[in-house]
T-cell receptor
């Protein structure tokens, strides 16, 4: 598995402000992923963060709204910019690890950041 | 089109009994992987079990087993001997190609274990 530390665990923010979420992994990984889970919904991939290159964003997500940094192989940040109440969600980072036994590449998740925007 | 379908929004199960969570998937790839994750109320996503499309045997991990029926495109999760700590949301997910990192998630099923 992987030890993934995500900060903050929760926050309440005012609309129009920005929040930066940090994700720290216990060992080097090539790709890190950021997901959003809106209330009562499933997970949606926001972007993939590779070290040394710009993040790759999924359809419906743009860099201006969700800038991502990946300064090294164990750390990434996601910023939720100019927040509105619609951004209230759980944001999760994940990393991929090759697991032993039958499984190949497994994505392991951090504990998530619960964001409420007033 | 929905790639992963979980038709049971919520289920109740008695402690110590088994429960089956349904998952059907849609893909034209021959090589793919199926995953189940557990999300307690705390919000973290916990990996439970994996089934590869070429795996001939159904996956098992402790009290979790995956009933894989390839022709029907179903990958149901069976939790045996349910415990109160099993109360959570359960998500089925699919990775469509060996080198494609992207996971597609189903809508999830909430399981409540009753004492």
């Amino acid at each position: 598995s992987a030890v993934i530390s995500q900060k903050p665990s929760r926050d309440i923010c005012q609309r129009g402000t920005s929040l930066t979420i940090q994700c720290q992994v216990d060992s080097q990984v090539t790709m890190m992923f950021w997901y959003r889970q809106q209330p009562g919904q499933s997970l949606t991939l926001i972007a993939t963060a590779n070290q040394g290159s710009e993040a790759t964003y999924e359809s419906g997500f743009v860099i201006d709204k969700f800038p991502i940094s990946r300064p090294n192989l164990t750390f990434s940040t996601l910023t939720v910019s100019n927040m509105s109440p619609e951004d209230s969600s759980i944001y999760l980072c994940s990393v991929e690890r090759t697991s032993g036994g039958r499984a190949k590449n497994i994505q392991y998740f951090g504990a998530g950041t619960r964001l409420s925007v007033l | 089109a929905q790639k992963i379908t979980q038709t049971q929004p919520g289920m109740f199960v008695q402690e110590k009994e088994a429960v089956t969570l349904d998952c059907t998937y849609d893909t034209s790839d021959q090589s793919y992987g199926l995953f189940w994750y557990k999300q307690p109320s705390s919000g973290e996503m916990i990996f439970l079990i994996y089934q590869g499309s070429y795996d001939e045997q159904n996956a098992t991990e402790g009290r979790y087993s995956l009933n894989f029926q390839k022709a029907r495109k179903s990958a149901n999760l069976v939790i045996s001997a349910s415990q109160l700590g099993d109360s959570a949301m359960y998500f089925c997910a699919m990775r469509e190609a060996p080198n494609d990192y992207k996971l597609s998630f189903g809508a999830g099923t909430t399981v409540t274990v009753r004492a």
